[in-house]
């Protein structure tokens, strides 16, 4: 597959080859660290056809649907592991899906929910309130953990 153009990459992924590389990962399938590392460079090279982390990547966001990233992670928490193939997979996932932070706080405004903010008027911290300054946080006798108006979500002080 490394010899491949990008328009014979595009031809295997309308065959469904995301789909079985995807699948491929699964943990049904015990598949071989030698095998490992023959998927990790054919799931590499199909992702090179639209970019990297910070571009639009079509193929990126169908292996992410498939699950394949869920499996990434539980195989590279593997205690058997080689490190060639735990490099492989970081590299993966920098590569196409950004740095670790990158990836927890891609959608902004739940990154946002997850920084501590502080409430200058009583000097408390208070995680998971999108915008203090409203001062909507505040729990009460009937919502003890407070929301901050907008998402019912729930929210911490102290």
Sequence with gaps: MADA???QKKVLVEHGAIEVLAGMLKPE????LSDLQVILEGIDHILQVYGGAGSTNPYADMFEELGGLDDLERIQADEN???DVYDAIVNLMK??????????YNDA???ELLNAKID???NQFAFGVG???NNNFRGNANNPFGSNGNNNRPTFQF
């Design 5 to 7: 153009i990008a328009s």
């Design 131 to 133: 915008n203090i300054s």
């Design 95 to 104: 590569r196409y899906y950004g740095t670790v932070d990158e990836i927890i």
């Design 109 to 111: 405004a739940e990154g």
């Design 81 to 83: 592991l080689s490190e």
């Design 120 to 122: 200058t008027n009583t």
């Design 29 to 32: 399938h015990n598949i071989r």
